[in-house]
């Protein structure tokens, strides 16, 4: 744990200048608001109904597939690690993961396939 | 661990933090000149000497302008947003090796904030957490503008993530190793006589990979989807005031010279020159320190070159659309990085580990 110490000491440095850019953002800058400066700005048109509305499902499927790609693709980096020290020991890793990737690669063609990404 | 260590550390962190917050008043002249320079027009000048004293100005400027919150907004997640960017943007650095050792009372000291073992996950998991200070800042804006600048910025920045790290992992494979630290060290030498002994010629689909997911992941031009400011104002920033404005500025200068010092130490030998080894040198200029002023200098010349890259980039190519961007993420990148892995992998398994 000891290699994360610094991290540590950045991390407080980190936070002192967002603190220090927080006081003087509050300190120095004037403050007259009226009511058309505090309003939304929408290209100067007045605003239809507020920015809570529903959006694009398409949005969240990102999301659900970047949580399963990232997922799989982390699942490469110990193997990755491992991999060159393995070497002398036969082909055995090799064919594990080209198995694993062939199952990730299912599920991409299934998602072009679906077209899930609106990609065409 | 005696206490004139941890003041020592407790330095040398600071020092390497500020000096990467420095990169963002300097790119702010270089960017503006850059531009300017691309488009053959004088660019601002008339601050201080060849208009070096722009960003002063410009600092100053920020400050002193009116702070407005707007009425509509979630307050706390409005003032929250800059900062989860800013953070993670500074947490980065403290992988980044800029060196080798120095030596400061007989003892040595790595120049580098802390020599992890996890190096590039940690790299790649604290990197993604600027996604939330974006989307809580677009959301809690209240606007539509910055609504659909924060979406479209967390799904672009997603969707690359995985290019970027299927990437970084051919790089783990061919390197052995999690640790930025030695995998600049594996780079030292020549290859086949003549080259660089780099990682680029180990990895050269991976770096284009990485280097393509690096502008994404910075939300620099060909990709600045969420910010588009002919069709979003601002993106999600359009409500914030100046000061804000800057913090976000400030974190995305950050990314992109963290990037840039990933790209130099997975790809380009880190701190070491091309084709001579460090023992030669230290040879040659008899001091460590010397050595380690030189290893810095070289670092810095290579991470300058990567920034001209980006500038030089942002002002030349146009935008993608936003389907062409995504289409690029998953139809062509991510493929491509599952090739590179096959491919490193099949070249190790029959040439053997070279």
């Known amino acids: 744990m000891e290699a994360f110490l610094p991290v540590g000491f950045l991390f407080i440095f980190a936070l002192l200048l967002c603190i220090g850019l927080f006081t003087v953002k509050r300190l120095l800058g004037p403050r007259n608001p009226i009511a058309s400066k505090l309003s939304v700005y929408e290209c100067g048109v007045a605003p239809e109904g507020n920015a809570r509305a529903p959006f694009k499902t398409h949005f969240y499927l990102i999301a659900v597939l970047f949580l399963l790609f990232d997922v799989e693709a982390a699942f490469f980096f110990p193997w990755a690690l491992v991999y060159k020290e393995s070497l002398a020991q036969g082909p055995a890793l090799l064919i594990a993961m080209l198995v694993y990737m062939g199952f990730l690669v299912l599920g991409l063609v299934y998602i072009f396939r679906k077209d899930c990404l609106r990609l065409n | ?354």
């Open chain 2, 1 to 354: 661990m005696e206490w004139t260590d941890l003041i020592v550390i407790a330095v040398k962190t600071a020092i390497i933090y500020l000096g990467m917050v420095q990169v963002v008043p300097i790119m702010l002249i270089v960017e503006r000149r850059g531009a300017a320079f691309i488009q053959d027009r004088p660019g601002p000048n008339r601050v201080g000497p060849f208009g070096l004293f722009q960003p002063i100005a410009d600092v100053i400027k920020m400050m002193m302008k009116e702070v407005i919150s707007p009425r509509q907004v979630n307050k706390a997640l409005y003032l929250l947003g800059p900062f989860l960017v800013l953070l993670p943007a500074s947490l980065i650095v403290a992988a980044l090796p800029f060196g080798d050792f120095f030596t400061l009372f007989d003892k040595s000291y790595m120049i580098q904030i802390a020599n992890l073992d996890v190096g590039i996950l940690y790299v790649l998991a604290i990197g993604s957490l600027g996604i939330y200070g974006i989307l809580f800042g677009g959301w809690a804006s209240n606007n539509k503008f910055s609504l659909i600048g924060a979406m479209r910025a967390t799904s672009q920045i997603i969707s690359y993530e995985i290019p970027l790290g299927l990437a970084a992992c051919g790089a783990v494979l061919s390197y052995g190793s999690f640790s930025l630290r030695e995998m600049v060290m594996a780079q030292e030498g020549t290859l086949l006589g003549a080259l660089p002994h780099w990682g680029i010629f180990y990895q050269p689909l991976g770096f284009l990979l990485f280097f393509i997911a690096a502008f994404a992941e910075t939300n620099r031009l060909p990709f600045d989807l969420p910010e588009t400011e002919a069709e979003l104002v601002a993106g999600f920033h359009t409500e914030y005031g100046p000061m804000d404005f800057g913090t976000f500025f400030m974190a995305e200068y950050m990314n992109m010279a963290t990037m840039s010092a990933l790209m130099v130490s997975i790809y380009f030998g880190g701190w070491h020159l091309p084709w001579i080894s460090d023992a030669t040198l230290l040879e040659g200029l008899g001091s460590r320190n010397l050595l380690a002023l030189l290893q810095v200098l070289t670092v810095i010349v290579k991470i300058s070159f990567f920034m001209l890259v980006f500038v030089w980039v942002r002002w030349t190519i146009p935008r993608f659309r936003f389907d062409q961007l995504m289409r690029l993420a998953w139809k062509n990148l991510i493929p491509l990085g599952l090739i590179n892995l096959v491919i490193t992998a099949l070249i190790f398994y029959f040439k053997g580990a070279i």
